[in-house]
């Protein structure tokens, strides 16, 4: 089936779409989850889906109503996703293992009626509900007295499945997506997405139905915390079988499921590439007709390497893109320098800026800030004050990330100008580590940085100043992150104790600075 984008119909929204490419796809298979070996087919999905949609009508829930989803990559973590898009719901992407501090913040902003979490986590979800004193109702995947099979036969609609008709609404003003990024503040925000939004930005996250009409695995590593998970729920299915898996997405695990299920393509960042082709156990890469990759820089090293275990004929594309757009700007074409993410899309305009004088740069391969805009760019959900503090005053955004350009028009990413760090596909923002940090009675000041590693990117080290008179060390600062704050937050490059940390002439900590002595002091 090839999807005709620009022939939809403005009346039609992401739940239409779904509806009518399942059915077409009836009897085939959907999903597989490669944990268990369950499959199921198209059909299943959508008639969960629809039933699940009908229980949100029952419930009371109306187009504009949102919920949250922090599920891992089970077959039913998609159908409350897919009854949503039917219903004109909002969703708001989780990370499965959000505690209770991290999920204070963001349903703050979000204000779900529905949560929908891992059985396990229940009492974290109940805590930061009961905390804020909201009215949010939780789903659980799992057993319990909140499952979703329990909440499925309470809310049962007397509606046929036959019957069923998708929800009407303005897409303009109904928000499909919620999802997490940084914001200028390192607070992390909520970017807002429409179905319009999502609709102009489908061409690369889309699989292309296969030469030969076999319809081949995708394999999905994405959760909903993700927008490229979003993407790979709704585009997958169209012309491949989604291929995702409910266990811990360990490197081995993924070589397992790659070589035994012989998937046709993917979408993933370097840092998750890197350590499959070093790991001890082969994975067979000939598989893949193509392998997209962006998020991080992506070094030669590792495009020589990947393309070395690929067949000839097989295409690794990079792109570029963020939250704030709602999706790619810049995609590779196969005849683009290699280490290029290629050119600007035409439906966007962008410029480099000097970050020392503010200026345009119209110089071929110097390097400034790029900031864009075009028809697709989104707004931070419930923040005005910071969606107005991330745009120019002509509407374009400003990114954080330095890039070139060359004299022939392809874009060259350098490095984050943002303190994001960067470990695997997950984004660490300091000041949310440092903060949990400087609850420890024995810390005077901490400044948290990172320092480079082959296979994950960067590392988490703290540099911590003791209160005088204080003992406190380095297990006890880490116990105290892993309490509060989810695995990828965690301190894997160490502690480093310091006398005092290192400022700037206007008395700020020099981040620059920290993360030189980082990387050569001793880590703990």
């Given at each position: 089936?090839?999807?005709?984008?620009?022939?939809?119909?403005?009346?039609?929204?992401?739940?239409?779409?779904?509806?009518?490419?399942?059915?077409?796809?009836?009897?085939?298979?959907?999903?597989?989850?490669?944990?268990?070996?369950q499959?199921?087919?198209?059909?299943?999905v959508?008639?969960?889906s629809?039933?699940?949609?009908?229980c949100?009508?029952?419930?009371?829930?109306?187009?504009?109503?949102?919920?949250?989803?922090g599920?891992?990559?089970h077959?039913?973590?998609?159908?409350?996703f897919y009854?949503?898009?039917?219903?004109?719901?909002?969703?708001?992407?989780?990370?499965?293992?959000?505690?209770?501090?991290?999920?204070?913040?963001?349903?703050?902003?979000?204000?779900?009626?529905?949560?929908?979490?891992?059985?396990?986590?229940?009492?974290e979800?109940?805590?930061?509900?009961?905390?804020?004193?909201?009215?949010?109702?939780?789903?659980?995947?799992?057993?319990g007295?909140?499952?979703?099979v329990k909440?499925m036969?309470?809310?049962?609609?007397?509606?046929?499945?036959?019957?069923?008709?998708?929800?009407?609404?303005?897409?303009?003003?109904?928000?499909?997506?919620?999802?997490?990024?940084?914001?200028s503040?390192?607070?992390?925000?909520?970017?807002?997405?429409?179905?319009?939004?999502?609709?102009?930005?489908?061409?690369?996250?889309?699989?292309?139905?296969?030469?030969?009409?076999?319809?081949?695995?995708?394999?999905?590593?994405?959760t909903?915390?993700?927008?490229?998970?979003?993407?790979?729920?709704?585009l997958?299915?169209?012309?491949h079988?989604?291929?995702?898996?409910?266990?811990?997405?360990?490197?081995?695990?993924i070589?397992?499921?790659?070589?035994?299920?012989?998937?046709?393509?993917?979408?993933?960042?370097p840092?998750?590439?890197?350590?499959?082709l070093?790991?001890?156990?082969h994975?067979?890469?000939?598989?893949f007709?193509?392998?997209?990759?962006?998020?991080t820089?992506?070094?030669?090293?590792?495009?020589?390497?990947?393309?070395?275990?690929?067949?000839?004929d097989?295409v690794?594309?990079?792109?570029?893109?963020?939250?704030?757009?709602?999706?790619?700007?810049?995609?590779?074409r196969?005849?683009?320098?290699?280490e290029?993410?290629?050119?600007?899309?035409?439906?966007?305009?962008?410029?480099?800026?000097s970050?020392?004088?503010?200026?345009?740069i119209?110089?071929?391969?110097?390097t400034?800030?790029?900031?864009?805009?075009?028809?697709?760019?989104?707004?931070?959900?419930?923040?005005?004050?910071?969606t107005?503090?991330?745009?120019?005053?002509?509407?374009?955004?400003?990114?954080?990330?330095?890039?070139?350009?060359d004299?022939?028009?392809?874009?060259?990413?350098?490095?984050?100008?943002?303190?994001?760090?960067?470990?695997?596909?997950?984004?660490?923002i300091?000041?949310?580590?440092?903060?949990v940090?400087?609850?420890?009675?024995?810390?005077?000041?901490?400044?948290?940085?990172?320092v480079?590693?082959?296979?994950?990117g960067?590392?988490?080290?703290?540099?911590?100043?003791?209160?005088?008179?204080?003992?406190?060390?380095?297990?006890?600062i880490?116990?105290?992150?892993?309490?509060?704050?989810?695995?990828?937050?965690?301190?894997h490059?160490?502690?480093?104790?310091?006398?005092?940390?290192?400022t700037?002439?206007?008395?700020?900590?020099?981040?620059?600075e920290?993360?030189?002595?980082?990387?050569?002091?001793h880590k703990?």
């Amino acid at each position: 089936m090839v999807v005709q984008w620009k022939r939809r119909c403005d009346s039609n929204h992401l739940g239409h779409f779904f509806v009518d490419y399942m059915r077409r796809r009836a009897n085939e298979i959907c999903q597989i989850d490669a944990a268990t070996g369950q499959e199921e087919t198209c059909a299943s999905v959508l008639s969960r889906s629809i039933r699940l949609a009908q229980c949100f009508r029952k419930f009371g829930l109306v187009p504009g109503d949102t919920i949250v989803i922090g599920g891992k990559n089970h077959l039913d973590v998609h159908i409350p996703f897919y009854a949503a898009m039917m219903n004109g719901l909002p969703v708001g992407g989780l990370d499965p293992a959000h505690k209770c501090n991290e999920l204070k913040h963001l349903f703050t902003l979000i204000k779900p009626k529905i949560a929908f979490c891992e059985y396990q986590m229940f009492e974290e979800y109940k805590n930061a509900i009961q905390e804020l004193n909201i009215s949010t109702n939780i789903v659980t995947f799992g057993g319990g007295e909140n499952s979703l099979v329990k909440f499925m036969e309470d809310h049962r609609a007397s509606q046929r499945e036959d019957e069923f008709q998708v929800a009407t609404f303005n897409t303009d003003e109904v928000y499909c997506w919620l999802v997490g990024t940084s914001g200028s503040t390192g607070q992390q925000k909520i970017v807002a997405l429409t179905h319009p939004h999502l609709f102009q930005m489908t061409e690369f996250y889309s699989y292309k139905e296969p030469k030969n009409g076999e319809r081949k695995t995708a394999l999905n590593s994405s959760t909903l915390l993700w927008i490229t998970g979003c993407f790979n729920a709704l585009l997958m299915p169209i012309n491949h079988v989604k291929l995702q898996s409910s266990a811990p997405v360990t490197t081995e695990h993924i070589i397992d499921i790659i070589n035994k299920y012989k998937p046709g393509g993917t979408l993933c960042t370097p840092t998750a590439l890197a350590p499959i082709l070093h790991h001890e156990k082969h994975c067979d890469l000939t598989c893949f007709d193509v392998i997209k990759t962006g998020g991080t820089k992506v070094h030669k090293e590792l495009l020589a390497n990947l393309k070395a275990r690929m067949r000839p004929d097989a295409v690794i594309q990079q792109g570029y893109g963020l939250s704030e757009t709602g999706g790619l700007v810049m995609e590779q074409r196969p005849e683009d320098p290699i280490e290029s993410v290629g050119t600007l899309d035409p439906k966007y305009e962008a410029k480099l800026i000097s970050p020392e004088t503010g200026k345009e740069i119209l110089e071929p391969n110097v390097t400034g800030e790029l900031i864009v805009r075009g028809p697709t760019m989104a707004c931070y959900y419930n923040d005005p004050e910071e969606t107005k503090n991330v745009f120019t005053e002509d509407g374009y955004l400003k990114t954080g990330d330095l890039f070139y350009k060359d004299e022939h028009g392809y874009y060259y990413f350098v490095e984050r100008l943002k303190m994001l760090l960067k470990y695997k596909s997950y984004q660490v923002i300091p000041p949310e580590v440092e903060e949990v940090i400087l609850k420890h009675p024995g810390v005077a000041d901490v400044c948290v940085t990172g320092v480079p590693h082959r296979d994950d990117g960067e590392h988490v080290v703290a540099c911590v100043v003791r209160r005088p008179g204080h003992r406190v060390t380095a297990n006890d600062i880490k116990e105290l992150v892993a309490k509060h704050l989810s695995s990828f937050k965690h301190l894997h490059g160490g502690v480093v104790f310091m006398d005092a940390l290192p400022t700037t002439v206007s008395g700020k900590v020099a981040r620059i600075e920290v993360k030189k002595l980082a990387l050569t002091a001793h880590k703990e």
